[in-house]
């Protein structure tokens, strides 16, 4: 075991040093075909077989692997991870985004945390139980994934679409965001395993008025109108819902701390959450938050067009509201359209591989408890689930009671600790021989 810990140190060190960046788009994004075959050649190296597919386009390279368990008539679990990263600009930096360097008690990097780090511990331990012989219950499905960082249409979706037959038999699957201990309180630190996921709609705005000079009078100008229902838009602050997750969530932490979540004040009982606040309150509303503005084409030309793009985060179940109030908000001079749309994920907080989660962690951290909470993000989860898969989120880290960890996630300085990694690791070992 301490050499499966070991490595996942070193190969979390050496994926940060494979420049993953997506851009979102095809020509600038880079690195994916190298880190999928560094994956899959330390998979080969111990003896798996794997399959390398690229998916829409050259170099969005995804990795496959099958270890077979004990019992081929249960359904497969799925360990995915995405070997893409969002970009870093180096001079903002205390130690270039791509060193992988190991110091202070941290592997720092872009990845470190999303989602490199259990990129590592999951190889480490699917090749710890190849070379050794190890069973696992089940047939496990190993996957390294493609373009999630910008929507995986590159990646799940393309998979998803294109090659289901790699997901044959897998029933469960676990992936990123979930896992991570969070400090309640003294005594108490509890284990986040992820069950929800907000729907992510990236919707593009336009308005159209009358081009005219600049010069003169005019009552039709787009970038007027435009600003003027983004800014309505941006403004907005959408009700206060208590999805099931959610309401999972707020038990679990009552049972745990005796902290109550009233609802007459919500906001100021999730404040008491400390910096996983951020993340527990973008869950109890839906957002829309204006995020690119493009009109016109010079300083003295009024133009005919003017469009935005807005990031939506929708909760499960609100869809349909939550586009009569974005209508009602915009009002009849703007066109709407897609960009990107992708649904909300959820299931319960129970059954035998939440057991196996749990049982995994408190052998490793006897105080732990376990509970469930929705992510206001998205993963390839939104992919994976539409082939009826249950999906978890659950890369298990022990951090420290004062390490503002979801601030690390596309932040600058991102970083693991190694202590972390090692533990997330023996969880995972303990997980997947028990799952």
């Known amino acids: 075991m301490n050499l499966a810990q070991d490595e996942a140190v070193e190969l979390t060190s050496e994926l940060i040093r494979i420049d993953t960046s997506n851009t979102g788009e095809l020509e600038t994004t880079v690195g994916e075909r190298a880190a999928a075959e560094y994956v899959r050649g330390k998979l080969e190296e111990v003896g798996y077989e794997t399959v390398y597919v690229e998916s829409g386009a050259p170099g969005r390279g995804n990795v496959f692997a099958r270890l077979a368990g ?123 395993i992820e069950i929800a ?52 969530f707020f038990d679990s932490v009552a049972s745990l701390t005796g902290v109550a979540f009233d609802e007459d004040d919500l906001p100021g009982a999730v404040a008491k ?13 839906d957002t829309a938050n204006p995020t690119m503005l493009n009109a016109g084409y010079k300083a003295n030309v009024i133009p005919s067009v003017a469009e935005a793009v807005v990031d939506c985060r929708v909760l499960p179940g609100r869809e349909e509201a939550f586009l009569r109030e974005v209508d009602e908000i915009l009002g009849p001079d703007v066109e709407r359209e897609w960009v990107s749309r992708l649904p909300a994920v959820e299931t319960t907080f129970d059954g035998d591989l939440v057991a196996a989660m749990t049982a995994a962690v408190r052998a490793e951290d006897a105080g732990a408890r376990t509970i469930p909470y929705v992510l206001s993000g998205g993963t390839d989860a939104k992919a994976i689930h539409t082939l009826g898969i249950r999906c978890f989120g659950f890369a298990p880290l022990q951090l420290p009671p004062d390490l503002d960890f979801t601030a690390l996630f596309h932040g600058v300085d991102e970083r693991v600790p190694v202590d972390a990694v090692r533990f997330g690791t023996r969880v995972l070992d303990r997980f997947l021989r028990n799952c």
């Open 70 to 192: 004990a019992d081929p008539s249960r359904g497969a679990l799925l360990i995915h991870g995405h070997l893409d990263v969002v970009p870093a600009d180096p001079t903002e930096w205390s130690v270039h985004p791509f060193s992988g360097a190991v110091q202070d008690g941290y592997i720092w990097g872009r990845g470190a945390v999303d989602m490199k780090d259990m990129v590592a511990m999951t190889l480490a331990v699917a090749r710890r139980f190849k070379r050794d012989g190890i069973v696992p219950p089940r047939d496990l499905v190993f996957a390294f994934l493609a373009d999630e960082e910008a929507g995986g249409h590159y990646g799940s979706q393309w998979l998803v679409e294109h090659r289901p037959d790699l997901f044959d038999g897998v029933t469960e699957a676990v992936g990123e965001v979930g896992g991570f201990s969070v400090t309640l309180g003294e005594d108490v630190r509890a284990y986040t």
């Open 197 to 248: 996921e907000k729907g992510i709609a990236w919707m593009r705005l336009r308005v159209r008025g009358r081009a005219g000079h600049g010069s003169m009078l005019h009552d039709d100008n787009a970038v007027t109108k435009l600003a003027a229902a983004v800014a309505r838009l941006g403004a907005h602050e959408f009700p206060l819902v208590i999805t099931d997750s959610v309401r999972a």
């Open 273 to 285: 959450l400390g910096p996983f606040s951020r993340v527990v309150g973008a869950t109890l509303r």
